[in-house]
Structure formats: C-alpha cells, structure tokens
C-alpha cells in the first residue's frame, strides 16, 4: 500500500503526517519549521533528520507534498525538494507555497480568499484550484503585516526605545526578565533565525489584550 507525506511548513514549524491510500493516518509528527530564505541548507537537513529520528530511519515514503514558506518561486521550490530528494531519493516529491497548501485544504474546490497569520503573513484569492496573488510576499523584513514578526518587532522596538506604558514594562519584564540591548541585538543578527525568536514575542500581547496599549 501506497504511503504519502504531507508537510505544512511555517517558518516556525512543520507539522508533518504520513497517510496511506486510504487516508488512514499513520504517523503524524511536529518539527521545526523550514523556510529556504531564513534557514540554510544544513538547518534543513538536520530539522528533518531530527524529526524522523525516532521513526525506524526514514519511513518507506511513495510521495512527498511539501507545503512551506518561502516556497513560492521556482528556485526555492528546487532547492527544497533537492534537500528531499537526498533524505528519501525513490520518492515522488512535490514542493508549493505554504499559502497553497491552506488554499486546497480550505477550499474544499470552492474559490475562495485564503488568509495565512503565523510567523508570517499571506493572503491571496484562490479561483480555479490556483492562486491569484495580486500583492507579493515580501517577507518578515519589508512584509508580513499583522504577523507574529510584525507584533513582535513592534514590541521589542517600543521596549529598547523606551516607549511601553510603565504597567506594560512591568509586565514584559516579569516574562522577560534578563532581555536587554545586547542580548537582543546578538540573538538577531548573529544567531540566525531572527524571524522566528522575533515572533516569539508576539504571545506577549495575549497576556495584555485587554490593554490600551
């Protein structure tokens, strides 16, 4: 019987699941995510290894659907499925769009408007079974309105500047309680993966919804 892997990746992470031919469900598994533009080559390949590292070696995969960020042009499609390739080289493998992943599985053939928020943001109309994208996705540094990297840099930058009310301060503080200039400044730019430990801060605003702020 025939075994298929579906991947839906953020950049913050990946939930995996392999089904057979009759969409029973046999393993389902949740990594790191994987985004061609944030992380290298070899981040990917030990975010895999790490994932299947408990399942017996690499399970005996028919077809691979890999849905991802930073996987809308043809180069990024390529190198992704290349890194597939080599982890499971008899598989039939297909790389899109994290975003045409959401849209198939929402639309259920209908056209639609499907909107992604997470780490990143996306949104586009999908008529067709395709994507109809009138504005591009420009990414956590010029884009990703709304997202969890949008809420996050605004509140890191309002906490370096000096700009959050006192009661919030206090409040961010308590959650983090050693953050300062350095340590920020050396986790962006030095560390990798700023996207992702940006957004991380974005689950802050759900302890102060209430806020005015």
């Not at 928020?117 to 949104?123: D, E, H, M, P, Q």
């Not at 919030?168 to 200039?181: D, R, V, Y």
């Not at 350095?182 to 806020?211: M, P």
Request: charge should be negative; proline fraction near 4%.
């Amino acid at each position: 019987m025939r075994q298929r892997l579906i991947a839906e990746s953020g950049s913050t992470k990946t939930d995996w699941i392999i089904i057979n031919d009759e969409d029973s469900k046999l393993i389902q598994l949740t990594g790191l995510g994987i985004n061609p533009y944030v992380h290298t080559k070899e981040e990917i390949v030990a975010n895999i290894n790490a994932t299947f590292l408990n399942q017996n070696d690499s399970p005996a995969i028919d077809e691979i659907f890999f849905y991802g960020a930073g996987c809308s042009t043809p180069v990024k499609k390529e190198e992704i499925k290349s890194i597939f390739q080599e982890k499971f080289p008899t598989s039939n493998i297909s790389v899109d769009h994290d975003l045409k992943g959401a849209a198939i599985g929402l639309s259920q053939g209908r056209d639609m408007i499907v909107s992604i928020l997470g780490t990143g943001s996306n949104a586009c109309a999908f008529v067709n079974s395709e994507i109809h994208q009138l504005t591009p996705s420009l990414g956590y540094i010029l884009g990703d309105e709304g997202s969890g990297v949008s809420l996050g840099k605004r509140l890191i930058k309002d906490f370096l500047y000096k700009n959050l009310p006192p009661d919030i301060e206090a409040a961010f503080l308590g959650k983090f309680p050693h953050l300062n200039l350095g340590i920020v400044l050396d986790r962006i730019y030095l560390q990798g993966s700023a996207n992702r430990y940006i957004a991380s801060f974005a689950s802050f605003f759900s302890e102060i919804r209430d806020s005015g702020y």
